[in-house]
């Protein structure tokens, strides 16, 4: 069985760096897709980021030259550090593991960047 736990993060002010973390344990972490998915209030869940297995990347336009995606696969985590941060980036972050057609989402993680 799959679980994938974020944690990483919180209250930042505008301008300002934050970094999440999302581990995935069960076994064979570097198969599987990684991505970052965000959902502000009223609003639908979005696409963020994703690295392969391979280590290609890709950003929705919004975050493209803020954000960065990366894997430590020794660790069986993936992470997005955040900087630049912007208001509308206020969201509840989610990561997901994706392998085949299984996915498993990790419980969401609340940012919030004040003006």
């Known amino acids: 069985q799959v679980q994938v736990v974020v944690s990483g993060g919180g209250l930042v002010q505008a301008g300002g760096l934050l970094r999440l973390s999302c581990q995935a344990s069960?076994?064979?972490?570097?198969?599987?897709?990684m991505s970052w998915f965000r959902q502000a209030p009223g609003k639908e869940r979005e696409f963020v980021a994703t690295?392969?297995?391979?280590?290609?990347?890709a950003y929705a336009d919004f975050v493209r030259g803020r954000f960065t995606i990366s894997r430590d696969n020794g660790k069986n985590t993936v992470y997005l550090q955040m900087s630049s941060l912007k208001p509308e980036d206020t969201a509840v972050y989610y990561c997901k593991a994706q392998r085949g057609v299984s996915d498993y989402w990790g419980q969401g993680t609340q940012v919030t960047v004040s003006s």
């Open positions: 690295i392969r297995q391979s280590g290609l990347i």
């Open positions: 069960g076994g064979g972490f570097s198969t599987y897709v």
